[in-house]
């Protein structure tokens, strides 16, 4: 089993910037590729960032691109998502997930969850 457990969302103007981070444990897996994905009320999870075992590729929705950067730390098995300029649009809960096979795009690809950490941006 692997444990995913986020951190770092909180209550930001627009305009400002927030760090998650998502520490896995248990028994890790040191090539999954790792992503965050997000959750509005009312709205289907989608995908935000994503980032392979090795760290030198990254992708991200359309929606977040050159605002949010994603990073991860093997030796410290953390994975960061660092949002700037944030938008009241991007209010959500924030999940990370681990996909032994490396990037998707889609939740079914990815068998680790973490509970979710809650980003909130006011207008």
């Known amino acids: 089993q692997v444990q995913l457990v986020e951190s770092g969302g909180g209550l930001v103007q627009a305009g400002g910037s927030l760090r998650l981070s998502c520490a896995a444990s248990?028994?890790?897996?040191?090539?999954?590729?790792m992503a965050w994905f997000r959750q509005a009320p009312g709205k289907k999870r989608e995908f935000v960032a994503a980032i392979s075992w090795s760290g030198g590729s990254t992708y991200y929705a359309d929606s977040v691109k050159d605002r949010f950067t994603i990073s991860r730390d093997n030796a410290k098995n953390t994975v960061y998502l660092q949002m700037n300029s944030l938008k009241p649009e991007d209010t959500a809960v924030y999940y990370c997930?681990?996909?032994?096979?490396?990037?998707?795009?889609?939740?079914?690809?990815?068998?680790?969850w973490g509970q979710g950490t809650q980003v909130t941006v006011s207008s």
């Open positions: 997930a681990a996909n032994p096979t490396g990037y998707s795009k889609y939740v079914a690809s990815y068998d680790y």
């Open positions: 248990g028994r890790t897996r040191s090539r999954d590729a």
